[in-house]
């Protein structure tokens, strides 16, 4: 899949540079909603994910998040809040968990606190 | 010796499920937890495919663990079914009221030609005559048509029927002559109503055009009679359509359910998680 070109039934949304919850690194990341057809019916299934480039990969988020992200003034912010919200669900009882959540957050804070090129993401 | 957490059974090796009381012996790693949450990108459907892996806990059951997995998505479907069977039976109600209403309407009386103002009436025709035959070819189908009928015992009545009420009981004829053709007597159940002045007018121009001079106080208005039972169907057609798409849907809810706690099943039965 080529990144970010997806054209059928999703809405791309914002685009911005994060750090990614799969690699821990800085990579390029999508906002999109993507609606499943099932034949003549209209869409029944709605996901919303962000969708980082480094792996290609999507991380599925639900509605509330989305909206949460969509409504957010900070997007990278949001984004990151989202992640660590996710990943705190998710990973907190499995093997190896939190270690890779205390690595993601200082990754993020590190992000975030960076000086001056940042400031356009935060804003 | 590591023991189950839940039976405290002393096992040796890797194992990951408990031989005594099929408990997890171990969490998933992060890493099937973060496939969890992932998925790809599927070109032919255009759309994003989660994937299959499932998150098991220490000391977890199987069947807490799919309860754990499925609580969400069941009671969302159930919360949704129940809103659909209500509109349905809302519905369906409504539908069946209308069919069995008796109407507000008390029952028609044999017409004469005193009969009062606002009575309702049934009046059987023998024959049916159009006012004026150009009239009656060119009305427009919710256009009332002026007719005069002559009922068995030669009385007469100016009864005004829709385009559909006449559609198919007459032949084409000249005018003045017999229209009706129908081998039983027509039976026309209306409404005594006064002749106002828009239907006087009407009547006026087609009397106008045989050279009659007629204005008459009283007419028979033709009811309908199939309000009632239109809309009734339309509501019943409705709540059958409400609870199919209803039906659909929740299928759908249930479906991945399903599917996920096969998953949750098989990841146990291979003792992959």
């Known amino acids: 899949m080529a990144f970010i070109n997806i054209k059928k039934y999703t809405a791309v949304g914002a685009k911005l540079t994060c750090i990614s919850p799969f690699s821990q690194q800085e990579t390029e990341a999508v906002v999109v909603r993507c609606c499943s057809k099932l034949g003549f019916l209209p869409s029944v299934n709605t996901d919303f994910a962000i969708v980082y480039k480094d792996e290609n990969k999507p991380m599925f988020i639900n509605a509330s998040q989305y909206r949460y992200i969509v409504r957010s003034g900070s997007k990278t912010k949001a984004v990151h809040e989202v992640t660590r919200a996710l990943l705190i669900e998710t990973l907190k009882k499995t093997q190896g968990g939190r270690e890779w959540i205390e690595r993601f957050e200082f990754q993020t804070s590190k992000f975030l606190n960076k000086p001056s090129e940042n400031n356009a993401a935060l804003a | ?273």
């Open chain 2, 1 to 273: 010796m590591p023991q189950c957490p839940r039976c405290g059974y002393s096992y040796d090796g890797d194992l990951r499920v408990c031989p005594k009381c099929k408990a997890a012996l171990a969490s998933s790693d992060y890493k099937t937890a973060l496939d969890s949450l992932s998925g790809y990108y599927d070109p032919a459907t255009s759309t994003f495919v989660r994937n299959e892996s499932v998150v098991i806990f220490k000391g977890e059951t199987k069947k807490e663990a799919v309860r754990r997995v499925t609580k969400g998505k069941i009671r969302t479907a159930f919360i949704f079914g129940l809103i659909i069977f209500l509109v349905f039976g809302a519905l369906l109600a409504s539908s069946v009221t209308r069919f069995l209403s008796p109407g507000s309407a008390p029952d028609p009386v044999a017409y004469t030609q005193d009969a009062a103002e606002g009575t309702n009436v049934i009046f059987e025709a023998d024959s049916l005559i159009p006012l004026a035959e150009a009239y009656y070819d060119n009305a427009p189908n919710d256009k009332t048509v002026y007719c005069f009928a002559r009922g068995a015992d030669k009385t007469y009545a100016l009864v005004g029927l829709s385009y559909e009420q006449l559609n198919g009981r007459y032949r084409r004829i000249q005018f003045g002559t017999d229209g009706y053709d129908g081998a039983k007597p027509l039976k026309i159940k209306g409404i005594v109503t006064k002749t106002g002045s828009k239907e006087l007018s009407e009547i006026k121009s087609s009397m106008e055009k045989a050279k009659m001079n007629f204005e008459p106080v009283k007419f028979i208005k033709a009811d309908s009679g199939s309000s009632k039972a239109l809309t009734g169907t339309i509501l019943l057609l409705l709540s059958l359509f409400v609870l199919g798409l209803g039906l659909i849907i929740l299928s759908f809810g249930f479906r991945k359910a399903r599917r996920q706690a096969k998953n949750v099943r098989n990841a146990f039965r291979k003792e992959n998680f």
